[in-house]
């Protein structure tokens, strides 16, 4: 495919379990973003990698939250213990990397996560 | 710290009427900016950016943007609207420093446009 794409696009989780969710980026593409979007708010970010390394995660908003992205293509957010305030649209976002320069992000359709 | 304020919520208006969606932005820096478009279901597509040179910026589907930076502004405006731009726009800034270029979003405008 050409874009980001995202799975699950639904998800449900009950109080407490533990959740996944999976990004693939675009083919080649060295960066790639997590963003957390509750109900009318706008995307907050929550972690980057460049290729594997996790370069900033100052956004995770616990430790329950964590990222991996451990060949330098797909990622996986994972939720652990999942509460309510976590119910939200989970995005991944991905673009190239030139040193020193902006390059676009492209978004995917993202992942929405409700925990009852 | 950087910041995005979109003082607008909601804005309604009427097919082939203009329209302008306000963003302001804090920042100690000089910043990029962006506005992107969310359609129901769907991931955000990029509407025109701001990364230098002309402050007047022209983007896709007749939208076009202009950089302040006296006023930190960074306003949306289309000169005349269709049903299908019925969405959720956001703007975006991201420093030039930054070194991940993560965004900061603002809280999003609800375009309603009524027939």
């Known amino acids: 495919g050409a874009g980001v794409s995202q799975s699950p696009r639904y998800k449900v989780a009950k109080r407490g379990q533990d959740v996944a969710l999976r990004c693939d980026p675009i083919s080649g593409h060295v960066s790639l973003f997590w963003y957390q979007q509750a109900l009318g708010q706008g995307p907050e970010f929550l972690t980057y990698?460049?290729?594997?390394?996790?370069?900033?995660k100052s956004g995770l908003p616990s430790d329950r939250f964590f990222a991996e992205r451990p060949e330098g293509s797909v990622s996986t957010l994972k939720i652990q213990r999942t509460q309510q305030e976590d119910s939200a649209v989970y995005l991944c976002?991905?673009?190239?990397?030139?040193?020193?320069?902006?390059?676009?992000?492209?978004f995917g359709p993202g992942t929405r996560l409700t925990v009852l | 710290a950087q910041s995005v304020t979109q003082l607008d919520s909601q804005v309604p208006v009427f097919e082939e009427a203009p329209v302008e969606l306000r963003c302001n932005y804090s920042s100690s820096v000089s910043v990029y900016l962006f506005w992107y478009v969310q359609y129901p279901n769907q991931g955000l597509q990029l509407l025109l950016k701001y990364l230098s040179g002309s402050t007047l910026v022209k983007g896709i589907n007749g939208f076009e943007a202009e950089f302040n930076k006296s006023q930190t502004s960074f306003h949306l405006r289309k000169p005349s609207v269709h049903i299908s731009d019925t969405a959720e726009y956001f703007c975006a800034v991201t420093t030039t420093t930054s070194g991940t270029y993560k965004y900061i979003f603002g809280t999003g405008t609800r375009l309603k446009v009524l027939a």
């Open positions: 976002a991905s673009s190239s990397w030139t040193s020193g320069r902006y390059n676009e992000q492209f």
């Open positions: 990698f460049q290729n594997e390394a996790q370069l900033d």
